[in-house]
């Protein structure tokens, strides 16, 4: 290769070439986007769950509904989980697996100072998740309504 065509090659590859500046540019760029998208993406995530999870109480709640009214009573309290009697009314597979919020859903017959009531056993997600959830069911408030706090979860009340 003569002198003259290496300076023809340097020279076109100097102008190919990113520059220091051009790529921290970049970098800023991309450290910016993503400042403003994850906690877009974390908000949308929690939503996410919050909604899951209020449809399977919500599913759940309607099968053991469905269960006492076709049987005259409410099934018989599990051992920490839910009854095998709610097989055909409810995907055991699905509420005996961890619940999108975390924990484990069980079935409470004459416990907790009420009648009947769908729990779920120590969650994972916050007090304010939790509240989350029970404003899009009920009035917002774990301390009231049908879905409350208890000692190491939460329940939701179907009778009294």
């Known amino acids: 290769m003569s002198a003259h065509s290496l300076k023809m090659h340097s020279t076109q590859t100097k102008h190919r070439a990113f520059t220091l500046i051009e790529i921290m540019v970049v970098v800023v760029i991309i450290g910016l986007l993503a400042a403003i998208t994850i906690p877009a993406f974390q908000q949308i995530r929690l939503r996410s769950q919050v909604s899951s999870f209020a449809n399977d109480l919500r599913i759940a709640g309607n099968a053991f509904e469905t269960f006492a009214t076709e049987n005259g009573t409410w099934p018989s309290d599990g051992i920490s989980a839910i009854p095998n009697s709610m097989n055909g009314y409810l995907s055991l597979s699905k509420f005996n697996a961890p619940t999108p919020l975390g924990g484990v859903w069980d079935w409470d017959y004459q416990q907790f100072d009420v009648t ?45």
């Open 116 to 160: 009947a009531g769908l729990s779920v056993r120590s969650p994972t997600a916050d007090i304010a998740t939790m509240t989350k959830v029970d404003e899009s069911i009920d009035d917002g408030d774990l301390t009231t309504g049908s879905f409350l706090a208890r000692s190491g979860g939460y329940i939701l009340v179907l009778e009294n």
